[in-house]
């Protein structure tokens, strides 16, 4: 499956292998372990912009995820996590610099899945 990136620093870390997750909505549930991933800056549907796929990889977990910027809390799995080092370490696992850049970007509550994954 296809996952698309606007931030370049995104891409970047994807490649540096500093980005393991990614945060995506799923309301048809295609998501699961095993799953390949094409990495692609930029979308393939909108080739004025001149998308291209960086990197594959492939899907190792899934967790159920839930973002309160509001609250400080992320639910991941039904397991809330407001201690900011968690929340750091999340958000740097995602490829944001802390929870604070994090949360600029999920401006408001967020449901969907964490999706888990390493480079081929």
């Not at 698309?4 to 295609?30: H, V």
């Not at 291209?52 to 990889?57: D, L, M, N, P, S």
Request: net charge positive; glycine share 6%.
């Amino acid at each position: 499956m296809i996952l698309t990136y606007s931030r370049d620093s995104f891409m970047n870390d994807i490649l540096a292998g500093i980005k393991k997750t990614t945060f995506r909505e799923d309301p048809n549930n295609r998501w699961h372990k095993g799953r390949a991933i094409q990495h692609w800056r930029g979308s393939p549907r909108n080739v004025k912009k001149r998308p291209f796929q960086f990197a594959f990889g492939v899907c190792t977990d899934i967790e159920i995820a839930e973002i309160d910027p509001d609250m400080n809390r992320i639910t991941l799995d039904g397991h809330p996590h407001t201690n900011k080092v968690v929340l750091n370490m999340i958000a740097w696992d995602d490829g944001f610099k802390d929870w604070e850049d994090m949360k600029l970007w999920f401006n408001k509550p967020w449901k969907g899945k964490r999706i888990h994954f390493i480079n081929k």
